[in-house]
């Protein structure tokens, strides 16, 4: 299997296979995370497109990668940050606003979507730079060395920004937590 | 050590991210602290639904993502349909407006040419223009001489081959 460098170096030559084989490689990926930082299916699908369109029409400007993830992951993420500044300037809160997902799968129970719904609603009140570090570690699970080069932070602005989230997260899910019991 | 410093522990532990942190320390003061404990069951449970909600949105990504990009066909097609969006050019300009702005190129093409030979025709006598003028053989050569504050004009020109 050709890996994600080598296939963006044929993309940079003009091969449209390879493009395509990156996009089917990253789209998931880029779709949940698109998902958790924006909280609309329908805006991580365009955030999506987006950004695989743009990689696609400014071909010749792709830099000689290193890390194709990650470069995507960047690309991404600075999307989001504008569209989310867009949502502020507009009054309009995006995050959260699509109707709850299904959970009728085999293993769901009315515990686990209560929790689901709770970590949703968790994950949306909090700050973006919060949000981008959990989302990046807990969905994606990349590595702080990973998280820090995709927002720009050191390894050690990763590791406290993922711990003020942390602190975050307890301190919201706090009630719901001593409602259900300990466990 | 406080509160705060074994958090931040417990959450590189997560990670594992650690290093070589004493982990035995770390549990003892888990059993006897609730705040910390509760701290550590919360990342455990936020761990544990934030990976059945990724899978419900890959179900998701699948129902609403194209499996394949919608690409423009053909060699050297690489700007994408989408792209022409944010372009001042629109594939579908209409035909009678191709044609008009192709009528007004021509007639600004003919006024210029125009202009340029009534001015030549126009030289006044003993100017290198009108000197040129009445050589009828020969490519003129025009060589600006700029000299502050005049500006000097001479001409010269190149018999043609063969004369």
Redesign the interface.
Known sequence: MRSDEELADAFRS?D?GA??TL??RY??PL??FG??MLGS??AA?DL??DT??GI??R?NELPRLNNFRGWLFTVGRNRCLTLLRQQKTRGRLGVGADPE???D?P?ATLE?EE??R???RTLAEMLPEHREVLVL???QEL??REIAGITGATESTV?AR??RA??A??GM??PA?ERGG?? | MTCEDRQLQLSLLMDAESGGLEQAGLFTHLEDCAECRHFFDSLIRFRSTARQDREEILRQADELLPARLPLPAGPGARRPLGAWRSSWWRPGLPAPAAIALAGLLLVAGIAIGAGLAARLGRAPQGTPDAELARQPRGVPIYVYVCSMPQIEVTGKSIPAAGN
Request: proline share 4%; hydrophobic share 30%.
């Open positions: 003009g449209d493009f395509s996009y089917e789209r998931r779709f949940v998902v958790r299916a329908q699908g999506v497109q695989f369109l696609y029409e071909h997902p299904r959970t799968g293993g686990s929790e689901s709770l970590v949703r570690r807990e969905y590595s702080y590791k993922l711990f942390r602190q997260l307890a899910l706090r937590l300990e466990p």
